[in-house]
């Protein structure tokens, strides 16, 4: 893969670039947030815009894309200047973004989707459903030929969702196409996939811009790539002529020596054991769990590799109670015999379970870092009830300091950190409930580089302290790197239990198809 | 920065409802001579004090991203039951609903009380044999008591007493199909609502007649106890007539829900309920458990509610709380409690509660028609919301900045 990157053909600047940014400047009441930008986006090519949470990416987006109309600055599409005053105005001046939470509605038809807001009309000013699905099945021809076009959205995954999302672009000729994060719910093949057709829509003219925290898709990808770091403009180089270590560098600012500290522990006693577990949950017609079998010792990290519905979510869910009484088979915790019937009973008995969600299961948004924090621990830190005086700050300001939380303070509200920070308000959340055992479910999944290995030096330190870790990630380098066993699962069934020697990325995705 | 930008918004949109409050306040006083005076200050207190209550548990409510539609109707099924409770002097259907009501809440409290209590020794099984059978006991002693009380009537204390088990159970009963058969609130608590109505009428007798409590048929019925009016009187201070009883118990039902909200591990986990069901029943919370609390706690409030309509009215009716919901609901809305849940507190609701009473209070000192006032309180509520929501703030800026455009 890495050859191929370097060889990839330069393209030689002929004619004006499609898009043209020029020291853009945003400010959000009294704070600047982006302090002189610039981006340039070539016809038939995939621009990768790398940087960390808070860097800029998203509001640089919103500013092309007519949600943020009061910036200063330069813009100029095809040559022309120009400027959008809403969305529906970039749109018209064909460019479009497909959102990291997809925009569709869920129980309209494809075609519906795809022409909402624009549905085509008969003589009499009713919806021509007719045509507006034969022009729909012939935009999707090429990205998604077996689709029923008038079959509801939501009865179709995710990966063709946002399929039908690039279609519904195209159907407004669209020369831009802005893509957020696309593959954070992909599998690897889903995501293969759709690299295919994003180099088919490179090489028909297009101008992709490419946000992604993952290493490996930049470089597969994008031909440049632009990095921001806190609002400004770092640089711009060929994806060829920028090697991973100096791209980091220039996202960061600072040089990260190892993106994987790993320390291998000597595994101590067993903390986890599981015996033919298994989960068919209520309304599903297949085990999503069949029959597995691991354990979990002191100081070590277990990881589980798999793709999409492999079921290792489900497993972490059962063994921490999430489905109640639920579960067939054995769990032994620290060596006592444990039903999890409900999430209080694994936080009772020392588990601690991240899910893979923060939004959805992991915080409460509404509430500040604080309350969020101790919100798994205030049946221990107040049996009475009562929840009076400094206690709770008492018992979160040290986990901040250890998770170096960065938080203007500990009473904002939870939706003011970036992704990374929020994650460590999760991890420090649970770290208070004093587990022994931690369920890790993409702990670093939507979070920035440093954030990453402030997670990684930390999940060393637990084990170093002799808390057992089950880790699951969809990053093989992650899952490598940070595991000192690997188990894969395919369908609900354990297919491979892999020692840190033996475990490479090919053996890894043999057994997780 | 970010931090302090949103601070500032949220004090000011906080800032934007008592401002609102004081604005009312200002062009009540200059609309009408009457309207500062004591007499009308106290009257105001007397109107809101009904609504005032019933909104405070349906702030509880909300919070958890509920609602509770079956409030108006509690409130008649309650009135109703107080009505009979007070005039009659032998087992009616009033009574065969609130004794044993009223003894299953007094189990349920001995039981919860023991088990709170019984420090841990003993073992398991002679813990639970311990809380059951004083629970037991107490249920026996306090049916009986009960029974015993019927032949000579019930007084306020007794209203006190068994009315708001009635209330407690009703709303126990929404809040645990709510929270284990895992239904809509709305759904629910509509279909209590149309069911108390039925079981208010059918206690009533007669197709729902109307139990006036003090000159009820003399032939065959007794009359409420005198004391009874002490619910429906004012406490004097320094010679007048200055706080009424009502007004007491909106008062101690709002302070005892604000210290639940902020003081209580409980309170924190009605919010986190309504903040993120899933991530608070992933951190341990028992999720059911807090959705029952809040439907029996509105339950209560609304029986509490009905005993001050009997006093105040004199009467309990089959349809004494029809569409009372709907005050309740906007008065918590307007005091910036989000439907959505998670956001919001008593505060609000109490300032909600005076602005609908004053606005009532106003257009009534000048003379403005019921009808006139009905339109013109939905008004209000739109304006309410858009004011706290910052919208309104962002069409007038978005105007401004068009205007200067346009002349620029």
Known sequence: MATETHNRPVIADAGPPLLRMCDVRKAFGNVEVLHGVTLDVRPGEIHALVGENGAGKSTLMKILAGVYTDWTGLMEIGGQPARFHSPRDAEDGRVAIIHQELALVPYLSVAENMFLGREPLTRWHTVDHGRMRADARKLLTQLAPSIDVSRPVAEYPVSIQQLIEIGKALSRNARILILDEPTSALSDTEAGRLFDILRELKAQGAGLIYISHKMEEIYALADRITVLRDGEYVGCRPASELDRDELIHWMVGRQIEQLFPKHVSQPGRELLRVEHLSLTPAGAGRKLVDDVSLCVRAGEVVGIGGLMGSGASELLGSIFGQYGRRPTGTLHVDGKPFVPASPLHGIDAGIAFVTNDRKATGLVLSMSVLRNMTLASLKRAAPRGRLSGGFERTLAEPLSRELSLKAPSLHAPITSLSGGNQQKVILAKWLMTQPMLLLLDEPTRGIDVGAKADIYELMNRWTAAGLGILLITSELPELLAMSDRIVVMAHGRLTAELSRKEATQERVMAAAV | ?408
């Not at chain 2, 009457?34 to 007397?46: A, S």
């Not at chain 2, 107080?82 to 032998?90: H, N, P």
């Not at chain 2, 065969?96 to 349920?108: D, I, K, L, N, R």
Request: glycine share 12%; net charge positive; aromatic share 8%.
């Open chain 2, 1 to 408: 920065m970010a931090e302090s930008g949103t601070k500032l918004r949220t004090i000011l949109r906080s800032a934007t409802l008592y401002l609102g409050l004081l604005a009312l306040f200002v062009a009540g006083a200059a609309l009408s001579p009457q309207f500062l005076t004591m007499d009308n200050q106290r009257d105001v207190l007397w109107q809101v004090s009904g609504n005032g209550i019933l909104a405070i548990g349906m702030t509880l409510v909300i919070l958890t991203a509920g609602i509770d539609l079956s409030v108006g109707s509690l409130l008649s099924l309650c009135s109703v039951v107080c009505a009979m409770l007070l005039m009659q002097r032998k087992w009616t259907h009033a009574t065969m609903v609130a004794v044993p009501a009223f003894a299953a809440g007094c189990g349920a409290l001995a039981a919860w009380l023991t088990w709170r209590l019984w420090p841990g020794q003993g073992g398991r099984i002679v813990r639970r044999a311990g809380i059951t059978g004083i629970g037991l006991a107490a249920i026996a002693l306090a049916a009986m008591w009960a029974a015993s009380r019927v032949p000579h009537g019930f007084g306020v204390i007794g209203v006190l007493l068994l009315v708001p088990p009635v209330g407690l159970l009703l709303g126990l009963i929404s809040g645990a199909i709510i929270a284990k058969g895992k239904l809509q609130p709305f759904i629910v608590t509509l279909a209590m609502m149309v069911s108390a109505v039925g079981l208010a009428k059918y206690i009533a007798g007669q197709g729902g007649r109307v139990h006036p409590i003090y000159t009820g048929d003399i032939t065959t019925e007794a009359v409420a106890p005198e004391s009874f009016k002490l619910l429906a009187s004012n406490i004097t201070v320094f010679g007048k007539d200055l706080i009424p009883v009502p007004g007491l118990f909106f008062a101690g039902s709002a302070l005892l829900a604000a210290l639940l909200l902020s003081q209580l591990r409980i309170g924190r986990y009605i919010y986190a309920v309504g903040g993120n069901e899933e991530t608070a029943r992933l951190s341990g919370i028992n999720t059911d458990r807090i959705k029952m609390l809040v439907y029996s706690i509105s339950g209560v409030l609304c029986a509490v509610a009905a005993v001050l309509y009997c006093a105040q009215y004199e009467q309990g009716k089959a349809d004494a709380g029809f569409t009372r919901e709907l005050d309740a609901i906007a008065a918590v809305v307007i005091g910036g409690t989000s439907l959505m849940g998670g956001r919001g507190g008593v505060g609000g609701t109490i300032v909600g509660v005076f602005i609908f009473g004053y606005l009532g209070n106003i257009l009534n000192l000048r003379g403005v028609s019921t009808e006139f006032q009905s339109i013109l309180k939905g008004f209000i509520i739109v304006l309410a919301v858009l004011l706290q929501e910052g919208i309104l703030a962002r069409w007038i800026g978005d105007t401004v900045r068009r205007l200067r455009r346009a002349t620029a």
